[in-house]
């Protein structure tokens, strides 16, 4: 089963407005990663954030953590069309086991 | 640096045969992951390999297998292919898979289309 869920699956905004996904995880993870992918590209990465750390950012993304609730969140401030594509979370591996992708988020930003 | 490419970038095949996709990772890039995206199951692990040896393993049929080279380029095999093999298959490179340290660094992936 996957690790990570986003939510919402589709998201549509007004450019400059603010997009907000959330990311939420079944078991202990040593990070979590956030990342974008435009229509049938590859994945771009976009922050990581470890399990020790609450809040993280990154130019107009801001991040946070709360392992309590295992959730975390991705925030897009003053959004543009170009941030127009999928995002995804990741957990990260504990040793031996692998990056869990969740189903993605789809955001659309509209001029 | 130059990132990860993939090769080739589109391919069509017919059930039945076989196909090898290939990856080159970001020089220095010692570990190798591929991942299989389609719509309905979304970005599923595949396999990991690290220095030449396959470190994990996702739940795929063994008509998936994969291998990486010294120069820590890798491939991945599918033989017999079916209709549902068709997705973008999805390469990512990273120095080393150390627990809470490592970002991926994705190629731009093959898509696959199985006729």
């Known amino acids: 089963s996957q690790q990570g869920e986003e939510d919402p699956q589709a998201l549509s905004i007004q450019e400059g407005e603010n997009a907000t996904m959330n990311c939420s995880y079944k078991t202990s993870i040593n990070n979590l990663q956030w990342y974008r992918q435009n229509s049938g590209r590859g994945l771009v990465h976009l922050i990581l954030?470890?399990?020790?750390?609450r809040e993280k950012h990154s130019g107009r993304l801001r991040v946070t953590l709360d392992t309590s609730k295992k959730s975390s969140s991705l925030l897009i401030t003053a959004s543009r069309a170009a941030d127009t594509a999928s995002y995804f979370c990741a957990t990260g591996p504990n040793y031996g086991q692998n990056f869990v992708f969740g189903p993605g988020t789809r955001l659309s930003v509209l001029p | 640096k130059a990132g990860v490419t993939q090769t080739p970038r589109y391919l069509i095949k017919t059930r039945g045969q076989q196909v090898t996709l290939s990856c080159s990772p970001i020089?220095?890039?010692?570990?190798v992951s591929w991942y299989q995206q389609t719509p309905g199951q979304g970005l599923q692990f595949l396999f990991e390999?690290?220095?030449?040896?396959?470190?994990n393993k996702g739940n795929f049929p063994g008509r998936f297998s994969g291998r990486q080279f010294s120069n820590s380029r890798s491939e991945m095999n599918v033989s017999t292919l079916e209709l549902g093999d068709s997705a973008l298959y999805l390469c990512a490179s990273s120095l080393n898979m150390r627990q809470g340290e490592e970002t991926q660094y994705f190629g731009p992936g093959t898509r696959l289309l199985v006729l």
């Open positions: 954030i470890r399990s020790n750390e």
């Open positions: 390999y690290f220095s030449e040896t396959q470190r």
């Open positions: 020089s220095g890039h010692r570990s």
